[in-house]
């Protein structure tokens, strides 16, 4: 795990989501990526013991989704999962994931990449935990494409006529929790940084005031879903949609 963590980290995203999230998640255990801490990786060879407990209290049926897609038929599938699965019965670890506080003043951190890159600004949002068929989610689901995607009047300004980024990108995701809208900005004049910024939170304050046009909001709903289609074209990608989905709702 050290080895994969020490790949992830050689790219400037990693160290700049653990910082990012650990400032902004005190009590969750989204303060951490899905690796975990380094201080932790590294203390893996003496936690031996405590590994074993973590997998007796959480890799239980009941916490389990088996997902299959393919050319099988639900008759043929049962008896082959219960006669892998059948005996296994214990019960999940019932624990408290203890709630974050209510964030009350912007945060601002900075993360000192130690080679060279381009610097990345990432501009983030709290938002509420996903509920598929929500009004808060769909629009989740359609505001980076809004606001900062390809066909967006920002990216147009910022990218192609400017030239101040090399490209806008977003690192937000639907939750079973509260938890970040993100857009990161990879930026190639660094000088313009503070307008860059400005920019963002103006396109915001701007949609958040008047919306976006009838034809446009169609537009990018009609983009949005597409691509979700496109997205169920192979076995592969239907398990893994599968999967995100039912992570993110249940």
């Known amino acids: 795990m050290l080895g994969e963590y020490n790949k992830n980290s050689s790219r400037a995203y990693l160290p700049l989501q653990e910082k990012l999230r ?3 998640f005190k009590r969750s255990t989204y303060g951490h990526t899905t690796l975990g801490y380094l201080a932790d990786i590294k203390k893996m060879p003496e936690q031996y013991a405590y590994s074993l407990k973590f997998f007796d209290r959480y890799y239980t049926p009941d916490n389990t989704v088996i997902i299959v897609v393919g050319d099988v038929t639900f008759e043929d599938l049962v008896p082959k999962i219960a006669a892998k699965y059948g005996a296994w019965n214990k019960k999940r670890f019932n624990n408290r994931v ?11 951190t900075q993360v000192d990449f130690p080679s060279p890159t ?8 709290r938002t509420p935990a996903s509920k598929y068929g929500s009004v808060d989610t769909a629009v989740h689901n359609i505001l ?3 606001l900062f995607g390809g066909t967006s009047a920002l990216n147009k300004k910022l990218v192609l006529e400017s030239g101040w980024l090399a490209g806008m990108g977003e690192w937000s995701w639907d939750h079973r929790d509260p938890y970040m809208f993100q857009v990161v900005s990879t930026v190639k004049d660094a000088s313009k940084m503070k307008e860059i910024e400005a920019e963002i939170h103006a396109a915001g304050a701007d949609l958040a005031k008047n919306g976006p046009s009838p034809e446009r ?4 709903k009609s983009h949005v879903r597409y691509r979700s289609l496109l997205q169920l074209e192979t076995p592969n990608t239907i398990a ?11």
């Open 240 to 250: 893994y949609q599968l999967a995100f989905n039912m992570g993110a709702g249940g």
């Open 217 to 220: 909001l169609e537009a990018v």
């Open 144 to 146: 980076f494409d809004l």
């Open 22 to 24: 650990g400032e902004v």
């Open 98 to 108: 203890p709630k974050e506080r209510a964030q009350r003043r912007e945060i601002r």
């Open 118 to 125: 381009l610097p990345r600004l990432s501009v983030s949002w």
